[in-house]
């Protein structure tokens, strides 16, 4: 299975970016897909997940900013990321796992498959 992931770019504060993920190989996988983030000198972070291919799920610093959403087909999906912030600035990686554990989808290591990361710059 392999990811790619693009969309990313430079915006202004209380822009708008999407960001799409696209996976192929083995398509059946994927039962939880995620964007995570690392912004220079942090750690990677949880930033939204699909659970058992709809439950969405949202840190609380995106929460009713960003937008996770996938194809019918499982072979994309997205990251809708409005009113951005300097803060959210950061590589964004998107990331997938065979795994059902809802516990743990906040964690990197919940996930085996990854894709490059796209970088999202926003100006203050």
């Known amino acids: 299975v392999q990811l790619q992931a693009s969309g990313g770019g430079l915006v202004q504060t209380g822009g708008s970016l999407r960001l799409s993920c696209t996976v192929s190989?083995?398509?059946?996988?994927?039962?939880?897909v995620a964007w995570f983030r690392q912004a220079p000198g942090k750690e990677r972070e949880f930033v939204a997940a699909?659970?058992?291919?709809?439950?969405?799920y949202y840190a609380d610093s995106v929460k009713g900013r960003f937008t996770v959403s996938r194809d019918n087909a499982k072979t994309t999906f997205w990251l809708q990321m409005n009113s951005l912030k300097p803060e959210d600035t950061a590589l964004y990686y998107c990331?997938?796992?065979?795994?059902?554990?809802?516990?743990?989808?906040?964690?990197?290591?919940?996930?085996?498959?990854w894709g490059q990361g796209t970088l999202v710059t926003v100006s203050s």
């Open positions: 990331a997938a796992s065979d795994r059902l554990i809802l516990s743990s989808i906040y964690r990197s290591a919940h996930y085996n498959y």
């Open positions: 190989g083995r398509t059946s996988s994927g039962r939880t």
């Open positions: 699909i659970f058992r291919f709809s439950n969405t």
